[in-house]
């Protein structure tokens, strides 16, 4: 057997935690490229040491050891030992975050994670705990302990997200880059057109897109284009159409990219948007 067939993973959502995405997966060779969520992820590792590059630093979480990342975060993911790594992970919306936050802890601004990893066994539990009452259709239990544990992880690793506004001329060339390559995800300008559209040059684009954004323009072009696959997997979009959409040449294209962002293909991602709407009768 191997390593690619040693893996398994299922990402999906339940209509009883709304804007949650849940994960459980063990990854051996998978290699996540450095990518962003729009939710918190809070990743618990139960097996293996997952491997990651955030802020500028290599991080490590083995068992019993959580994995936090920030929304709009630029990560990478690797197996950090030759076994891999096994965790269950939620991801909750910055509302849900927030509101917790406000009822529990006395952070002012936005609440967000200080640390990119803690070891934490109970909230290892906690979060598994939440995974396995989902398969139990108990959302009482999984909504309970979803809460529980956000708000455990703020009281010990909680603290004031700063928020980044662009300052400078790079700054606001970054910013405007990027609000381009949005508008025209599906058919970009080279990084020479995009710069001289913005009356600066290339290097110079490149250096305040990074600064600004943590990657340079074209990796963060490819995280957009997923996210918006998402988006439109989600509306019942078929993969094929989503590719061309938002700018890959076909869907082995998507697919590629796709995976090592969200660690599954489109098509699995998008069956188990539509089994759980045929199983609940609403939206995932």
Known sequence: MTPDEEEEARHWRHPGLP?????????????????????FVIAAVTRGVDEFHVRDSIERAGPGSLALINPDTPHTGRAGVPEGWTYSAVYPAAELV???????????????????VAHDPHAVRLVTE?????????????????????????????TALIASTPRGAG???????????????????SLERLAAELGTGPF??????RTAYGMPPHSWLTDARVRRARHLLDE?????????????????????????????????????????????GGAA
């Not at 804007?19 to 939710?39: C, M």
């Not at 917790?100 to 006395?106: F, H, K, L, R, Y």
């Not at 110079?204 to 897109?209: E, G, I, K, Q, T």
């Open 19 to 39: 804007g949650v995405d849940l994960l459980r997966a063990r990854y051996v060779s998978k290699t996540f490229i450095r990518h962003t969520h729009e939710n």
């Open 98 to 116: 927030a509101a917790v936050a406000a009822e529990t802890i006395s952070i002012r601004g936005t609440a967000g994670f200080a640390v990119p």
């Open 130 to 158: 939440v995974l396995r009452a989902v398969d139990e259709r108990n959302t009482l239990a999984a909504d309970t302990l979803l809460r529980i544990t956000v708000a455990r992880l703020l009281r010990s690793h909680g």
């Open 171 to 189: 700054a606001r060339n970054a910013a405007r880059a990027r609000d381009i390559l949005e508008e025209r995800m599906a058919a970009p300008p």
């Open 204 to 209: 110079a684009l490149l250096r305040a897109f």
């Open 236 to 280: 019942g979009v078929t993969p094929a159409v989503a590719a061309v959409t938002v700018g890959f040449t076909d869907q082995p294209h998507l697919n590629r990219h796709f995976t090592r962002v969200v660690g599954v293909p489109p098509g699995a991602y998008q069956r188990e948007r539509k089994n759980v709407q045929d199983r609940f």
